[in-house]
């Protein structure tokens, strides 16, 4: 069974950048999407972004689009999360997952990372 790690959050100030990691241990076939979701405290978890393993065509959430970037190395079977122009309102627990469909709901994924806590605050 395919396990995921996610790190490298942390407490960055407005505007500031942050790169997240998704490492993978095990297979990820090419059809299949990795994704960030991120739920903040008295929140649903929401979707932030997705890439499909093996074409890399990639997707994202309005609210992130222009400032995140999904992407991933297939020989180090890690996906990454660049997070520039970080404003307050992002602040939250990001998580990655494994699908083997695109979706923006959590449901379809059935591989969880522990989330890892990105707090953006002066």
């Known amino acids: 069974q395919l396990q995921l790690v996610d790190t490298g959050g942390g407490l960055v100030q407005p505007g500031g950048p942050l790169r997240l990691s998704c490492a993978a241990f095990?297979?990820?076939?090419?059809?299949?999407?990795i994704a960030w979701f991120r739920q903040a405290p008295g929140k649903e978890r929401e979707f932030v972004a997705a890439?499909?393993?093996?074409?890399?065509?990639?997707y994202y959430a309005d609210s992130v689009k222009g400032r995140f970037t999904i992407s991933r190395v297939g020989a180090e079977n890690t996906a990454y999360l660049q997070m520039n122009s970080l404003k307050t309102e992002d602040t939250a627990v990001y998580f990655c997952a494994r699908g083997v469909e695109l979706s923006c709901t959590p449901s379809p994924y059935r591989e969880w990372g522990r989330g890892t806590q990105v707090t953006v605050s002066s």
């Open positions: 890439i499909r393993w093996g074409t890399g065509r990639t």
């Open positions: 095990g297979r990820i076939y090419s059809s299949a999407f």
